[in-house]
């Protein structure tokens, strides 16, 4: 009654809008009040499809506001009056992904009902109109919106709900085969995100019983976006190189587990262990040549002095395409940066390569000097032999494990260490600066400060003393202060860090073990002709099943 009151004096504007910009009937929808929403429709049935005109809540209509709030009646009411299920869209911030929002519901209505779990409200939005293959700005359809939701149990019904108003299913234009902006389906998506219960139950829906004989059953498993033979975006590369860790679980599962073992057994590591075999004798190679390259006297040396000279012929407009076209594919941060994939063992080997262009090109030059990239290339190509450890499960954490050292702990470590080696290596250099050079010469330049101050910083070298002279009194002092911060802490502090480091990955070692070898696997498959790799797994057509592949399981 004080509605319609207010209405039919013309006391208040019924357009007018609020802080957020939101009309009176976002605020009836908000509190539930049916009654005053179809009140105020019946007054201005153009309120139905007012959105929200804010940054935070742009977009979002009374229908988005019935439909989260599971207000059936109110739902029916704002249908009845003409409210739009198909175009209304809510783009604010307040609905876009991130890690500070707490939910994500897209930005359709259908969305919105699907997330909330109300089955009556998306069927009826559904025969209302509303597009079951509208995608919101990050290209995510509502399938893909079920499979982000924390309420895992409800997100599995509703999907299947909405997929059975899909007309086309079974066809190449399928509700479940539309990619995202970032060119995954919902089945990607939940491997991705690490969704078990979600891949499990998709999995569930894909088999085909093949006979069953008491306890025992014969299935087929679909391998559609799972083997990655036939796909460009690898599901299982993708699983390995998420940074979520609940995804790992999903390569225990069946049946991923079984392809990954037929894979790897057949045809990976026969190949990985040849592969091995053939670096180390290239190594061995190259080292004897660059150790018995030829050698002659210097030019007016009546000493044995050789200059340190080769050209060591290596086909390296092979390595860098390749390489190059794995970066494109998957990303030069995943390239670089993911242990799983060998992102450090990358860059060493990328690095080895020019230190041999390098050579090459001194050598064709006559320019001297070689030996410093040949020098650099040794090592790298030595250290590169630890990246095939990954083909034994007793060594391949291990190789994860110095990785995560090195790029983690020491790279951190390496700045404090900076910080303390330039303090007391100046205060060393200034006590020595105006002394006699003789008393202490290790301090009395300051490219030697440094260096002196490192090695005394990781105990190589005990503290510099001339016990023929009478040393500063300021150099005791200081050598004391730095044998306490230096020795006794910060070394203890690395040693710690390593500690909890090598805990965290003894931890998660059949994890890792099993994501290195589906990133070997998936590296050697794309790698290989297909000659040489034949497609894993049963055509469907030998069931009747299509064109599809199939990996026959035994279930007890």
């Not at 599962?253 to 990954?260: I, N, Q």
Request: aromatic share 12%.
């Amino acid at each position: 009654p004080a509605i319609r009151k207010l209405l039919t004096d013309g006391i208040c504007d019924i357009y007018q809008r609020g802080a957020v910009g939101e009309t009176a009937l976002h605020v009836a929808a908000l509190y539930d009040n049916v009654e005053v929403a179809v009140t105020l429709m019946e007054a201005a049935p153009e309120l139905v499809n007012e959105r929200m005109t804010s940054e935070l809540y742009e977009g979002q209509t009374a229908l988005h506001i019935a439909a989260v709030n599971q207000n059936i009646t109110l739902v029916k009411a704002l249908l009845k009056r003409g409210a739009n299920a198909c175009t209304a869209q809510a783009t604010g911030h307040f609905f876009r992904r991130s890690s500070q929002n707490l939910l994500y519901f897209g930005e359709h209505v259908l969305s919105f009902a699907a997330c909330v779990g109300n089955e009556e409200i998306v069927q009826l939005l559904i025969e209302s109109g509303a597009d079951i293959r509208a995608q919101d700005y990050l290209g995510n359809t509502v399938l893909h919106i079920l499979v982000l939701q924390p309420n895992k149990t409800f997100a599995c019904h509703m999907y299947s709900l909405i997929l059975s108003y899909d007309r086309n299913k079974e066809g190449p234009g399928s509700l479940e085969l539309i990619p995202n902006n970032e060119g995954l389906t919902p089945f990607k998506l939940a491997g991705v995100e690490g969704n078990t219960v979600m891949f499990q139950y998709l999995m569930q829906k894909r088999k085909h019983n093949l006979w069953s004989f008491g306890p025992l059953t014969t299935v087929l498993y679909d391998l559609t976006e799972i083997d990655s033979w036939a796909e460009d975006q690898s599901f299982l590369e993708l699983i390995v190189s998420t940074k979520k860790r609940e995804a790992r679980q999903i390569l225990d599962l069946t049946p991923v587990k079984e392809l990954v073992s037929l894979k790897w057994n057949m045809y990976g590591r026969p190949y990985f262990c040849f592969l091995a075999l053939f670096y180390i004798l290239y190594m061995v190679c190259f080292t004897m040549c660059c150790v018995y390259r030829p050698l002659k006297p210097r030019t007016g040396n009546k000493t044995s002095s050789r200059d340190n000279t080769i050209y060591v012929q290596k086909m390296l407009q092979v390595l860098f395409p390749v390489a190059l076209s794995d970066i494109l594919r998957v990303g030069a941060a995943k390239y670089f940066g993911q242990t799983i994939l060998g992102g450090p063992f990358h860059i060493i080997v990328i690095t080895y390569a020019c230190m041999i262009l390098v050579t090459m090109v001194m050598r064709l030059t006559s320019t001297t000097g070689e030996v410093v990239p040949m020098s650099f290339a040794l090592v790298l190509g030595w250290c590169n032999v630890m990246y095939f450890a990954r083909g034994f499960q007793m060594l391949g954490p291990f190789t994860i494990m110095i990785q995560k050292m090195i790029f983690g702990d020491l790279m951190r470590f390496c700045w404090l260490m900076a910080v303390v080696i330039l303090g007391f290596a100046s205060a060393f250099y200034i006590i020595f600066q105006t002394e006699n050079p003789e008393n202490l010469g290790q301090f009395y330049n300051y490219p030697m400060s440094l260096f002196t101050t490192f090695e005394l910083f990781l105990t190589i070298i005990d503290g510099p003393a001339n016990y023929d002279v009478d040393l500063p009194f300021m150099y005791s002092v200081v050598y004391f202060a730095f044998a306490i911060i230096a020795t006794l802490l910060m070394l203890n502090l690395l040693i710690a860090m390593m500690g909890d480091t090598h805990w965290r990955v003894a931890h998660e070692r059949d994890e890792l073990w099993r994501a290195q070898v589906v990133a070997t696997t998936v590296m050697l498959e794309r790698k290989l002709p297909r000659c040489l790799w034949p497609r894993s797994g049963i055509c469907g057509r030998e069931y009747g099943l299509g064109d599809r592949w199939y990996l026959r399981s035994v279930l007890f």
